[in-house]
C-alpha cells in the first residue's frame, strides 16, 4: 500500500512540477492537435490488365476476386476498368441492364477493347461484357465498371468460352488463329443456318468472314424488313472486302450471312454484326478478300 502511495504522490509532484516550469522547446502542450486526421475509407477498385479464372458474371463481388497470372489457364481478362461519373453515378443502386447508361459503358468497353486487342475483337473469337460492382459495393461508393473479354470456341453460333493462357493484348495482329477466316454452310430446311463450322480457307468452302456492320441505335431485328436491311448493309461490306462494285449486280455475286449477337446484348449496346459472304451453289478453296469479279462472278442462276 505504501508504495502505491508514493507512487502517485510522485506522479503528482511531476504533474506540478512541469507546470510550473513550462513546455521544452518544440512542445505544445495540446497532445490531440497533432495526430493525423483518419482518412475517408477508399472503395474498391479492380485493376485492369489483370485475369480470373472463373466464368464472366455481370456482378463483381469483391469476395470473388482472385485474379491469376495471365500466363496461366484463365477464361477471362479485364482489358479496362472505366468509372460512371455525372447523372450515370447518382442513382441508389448500379444502372440497370440496356439502360442508356450502361450502353455507354459499352461503347467506352467497345474502343478500349479494339485497342487493347489490335483490332475490331468481333473480328476475332472473342466475346466482350460489363461487370458491374455489387449493389453492396455501390452503395459503399464504388462506381466502377469492368471491361473483361474472354475467348470463345466459335463466334457462329453461340460457342462456349474456353481456357487460354496468354494475354489478349495484341492478339488480334494479323494472321492471329484467333481471327476469323472461312466456313462451310449447311442450312436447314427452313433455309436458317444449321450448322457453320469453320475450315481452312485452302480447303473447300462456301463462306468467308468479310468484316463488321455497325449498326444504328434502333430496335434488335424481328421482321423480315429488319433483316433486310442489315443483309444490304452486310452487303457493301462484303463488296469492300472482295473488291467488287456494289450494285445491283451484288446479290448475283453472292450470298449474305449476317450475324448480330443476341437481343439482350443488342440492347445492352453490342450493335455490332458479323458479316459473312456466302456462296450458295458453289465451294472455293482459297479467300476471296480482293478477288474482285473474276473471283465473284455473277451467277444470274442464284
Same mark, same amino acid.
Given at each position: 500500500?505504501?508504495?502505491?502511495?508514493?507512487?502517485?504522490?510522485? &506522479?503528482?509532484?511531476?504533474?506540478?512540477?512541469?507546470?510550473?516550469?513550462?513546455?521544452?522547446? %518544440?512542445?505544445?502542450?495540446?497532445?490531440?492537435?497533432?495526430? /493525423? /486526421?483518419?482518412?475517408?475509407?477508399?472503395?474498391?477498385?479492380?485493376?485492369?490488365?489483370?485475369?480470373?479464372?472463373?466464368?464472366? /458474371?455481370?456482378? %463483381?463481388?469483391?469476395?470473388?476476386?482472385?485474379? $491469376?497470372?495471365?500466363?496461366?489457364?484463365?477464361?477471362?481478362?479485364?482489358?479496362?476498368?472505366?468509372?460512371?461519373? &455525372?447523372?450515370?453515378?447518382?442513382?441508389?443502386?448500379?444502372?440497370?441492364?440496356?439502360?442508356?447508361?450502361?450502353?455507354?459503358?459499352?461503347?467506352?468497353?467497345?474502343?478500349?477493347?479494339?485497342?487493347?486487342?489490335? +483490332?475490331?475483337?468481333?473480328?476475332?473469337?472473342?466475346?466482350?461484357?460489363? $461487370?458491374?460492382?455489387?449493389?453492396?459495393?455501390?452503395? %459503399?461508393?464504388?462506381?466502377?465498371?469492368?471491361?473483361?473479354?474472354?475467348?470463345?470456341?466459335?463466334?457462329?453460333?453461340? @460457342?462456349?468460352?474456353?481456357?487460354? +493462357?496468354?494475354?489478349?493484348?495484341?492478339?488480334?495482329?494479323? &494472321?492471329?488463329?484467333? +481471327?476469323?477466316?472461312?466456313?462451310?454452310?449447311?442450312?436447314?430446311?427452313?433455309?436458317?443456318?444449321?450448322?457453320?463450322?469453320?475450315?481452312?480457307?485452302?480447303?473447300?468452302?462456301?463462306?468467308?468472314?468479310?468484316?463488321?456492320?455497325?449498326?444504328?441505335?434502333?430496335?434488335?431485328?424481328?421482321?423480315?424488313?429488319?433483316?433486310?436491311?442489315?443483309?444490304?448493309?452486310?452487303?457493301?461490306?462484303?463488296?469492300?472486302?472482295?473488291?467488287?462494285?456494289?450494285?445491283?449486280?451484288?446479290?448475283?455475286?453472292? @450470298?449474305?450471312?449476317?450475324?448480330?449477337?443476341?437481343?439482350?446484348?443488342?440492347?445492352?449496346?453490342?450493335? %455490332? $454484326?458479323?458479316?459473312?459472304?456466302?456462296?450458295?451453289?458453289?465451294?472455293?478453296?482459297?479467300?476471296?478478300?480482293?478477288?474482285?469479279?473474276?473471283?465473284?462472278?455473277?451467277?444470274?442462276?442464284?
Amino acid at each position: 500500500m505504501r508504495r502505491w502511495i508514493a507512487a502517485i504522490a510522485l &506522479g503528482g509532484a511531476t504533474a506540478l512540477m512541469l507546470s510550473g516550469c513550462g513546455n521544452p522547446a %518544440g512542445v505544445d502542450g495540446d497532445l490531440a492537435d497533432d495526430w /493525423a /486526421a483518419p482518412s475517408e475509407p477508399t472503395p474498391f477498385v479492380p485493376p485492369a490488365e489483370v485475369c480470373h479464372s472463373g466464368d464472366y /458474371a455481370d456482378i %463483381g463481388y469483391l469476395t470473388s476476386f482472385a485474379p $491469376v497470372d495471365c500466363g496461366s489457364a484463365h477464361r477471362l481478362e479485364t482489358v479496362h476498368v472505366g468509372e460512371f461519373t &455525372g447523372s450515370a453515378a447518382s442513382g441508389s443502386a448500379p444502372p440497370a441492364k440496356g439502360s442508356p447508361e450502361i450502353r455507354a459503358a459499352y461503347a467506352e468497353c467497345d474502343a478500349k477493347t479494339k485497342e487493347y486487342v489490335g +483490332s475490331d475483337w468481333r473480328g476475332g473469337r472473342l466475346w466482350l461484357g460489363v $461487370v458491374l460492382p455489387s449493389p453492396q459495393a455501390w452503395s %459503399g461508393g464504388s462506381r466502377w465498371f469492368r471491361c473483361d473479354v474472354t475467348e470463345v470456341t466459335n463466334v457462329e453460333d453461340n @460457342g462456349d468460352a474456353t481456357s487460354r +493462357s496468354g494475354s489478349l493484348k495484341g492478339a488480334l495482329k494479323p &494472321g492471329s488463329p484467333l +481471327s476469323l477466316g472461312c466456313y462451310q454452310v449447311k442450312l436447314a430446311r427452313d433455309s436458317s443456318i444449321d450448322t457453320m463450322p469453320a475450315v481452312q480457307c485452302t480447303k473447300d468452302h462456301n463462306s468467308e468472314f468479310a468484316g463488321v456492320y455497325g449498326a444504328p441505335a434502333g430496335n434488335y431485328p424481328s421482321k423480315s424488313a429488319d433483316w433486310d436491311k442489315l443483309h444490304n448493309e452486310c452487303r457493301k461490306v462484303i463488296a469492300k472486302y472482295a473488291a467488287v462494285p456494289n450494285d445491283g449486280n451484288l446479290k448475283y455475286r453472292t @450470298g449474305v450471312v449476317s450475324l448480330p449477337g443476341n437481343e439482350e446484348e443488342w440492347n445492352g449496346g453490342n450493335r %455490332g $454484326v458479323r458479316c459473312y459472304l456466302w456462296l450458295s451453289d458453289r465451294k472455293v478453296n482459297r479467300s476471296l478478300k480482293g478477288a474482285g469479279i473474276n473471283g465473284l462472278p455473277i451467277q444470274y442462276e442464284n
